[in-house]
């Protein structure tokens, strides 16, 4: 619905006072800069507004602002800042990303180094919803492993390993846990060290208590970041940095954890199995849809059984969904 001018003119004048705010509140930090104060490299641990929680390379919590002339960072950033009076800051600089977590074009989390994919046993994993996740992940160039949760649940994993075979022979890495009776925690545990996470899947597939398992003082973390950001409950819902104790970082907010997966296009399906990756560009017909066109390189490639019959059907799920 279109506004009329009183309702635009309102919202001109609101995102003025939010512009103003945020380059008085720069200008604020630049000119309490203390110029004897070296700068230093920090990682962004969570953004609220125009500020963010900025994490030296001792522990130390700085609140901070940017310098109007630079980009706005995310939880994962690295970036370069400025202490001032009462651990605030300023940054000065916004290092390259080695990695970006987007969503519908929106930035969420950079500097990622693994996905997890947690399913379960129960609800029951759906191996087309799995097709998803792994799309996304491949077409943000992000690794991208499986962790399987309440196998306490079954009395025999036969059929369990049975079904995630395909994916174990693709490359995919493979976790098959309890975290309710703590079974194969170490495995995965060793695997998070010198590393920053991300952690996905659907609700009800313990996510949070396998989070809850690796970071045990996570109640303790996210009080001092809320104590230090002013940020109070809504530090539940930003996307904050938290320490695991194993070793390692995760990246969280129930907003990651529960990361609805955008409306994938026929390039991005393809692009996103691992598989068909070499035999694109092979097919005779350029525009080929690998469905009932001949000589299609993927078609011959599922015949010969280089390519799994579950995984094909897959990718026709998702093209016409």
Known sequence: MALNRRQKWRAEKVQAERIARANKASEKAESEANSDGEEQKGRVVTRYGQRQLVESSNGELFQCTSRRNIDLSVAGDEVIFQPTDNDNGIVTALLPRKSELKRQEKLIAANVDQLWLVVAAEPKYQLDLIDRYLVVAENA????????NKIELLDDLKDLHKDFLVYQNLGYELHFISVKDRLYLDDLKQQLADKTHIFLGQSGVGKSSLINELIPD?????????????????TTTNTCIYKIASGG??????????????NLSTKDILNGFIEFQPLLG??????????NEPNCAIKVALESGDIHPYRYNSYLRLIES
């Open 141 to 148: 160039n992000l690794p991208i492993a499986i962790i399987v």
């Open 218 to 234: 996570l109640n303790i973390r996210v009080n001092e970041i809320s104590e230090k950001s002013k940020l109070g409950k809504h």
């Open 249 to 262: 970082d995760l990246i969280d907010s129930p907003g990651i954890r529960e990361f609805q997966l955008d």
């Open 282 to 291: 092979h097919c005779r017909f350029r525009n080929c849809q690998h469905i």
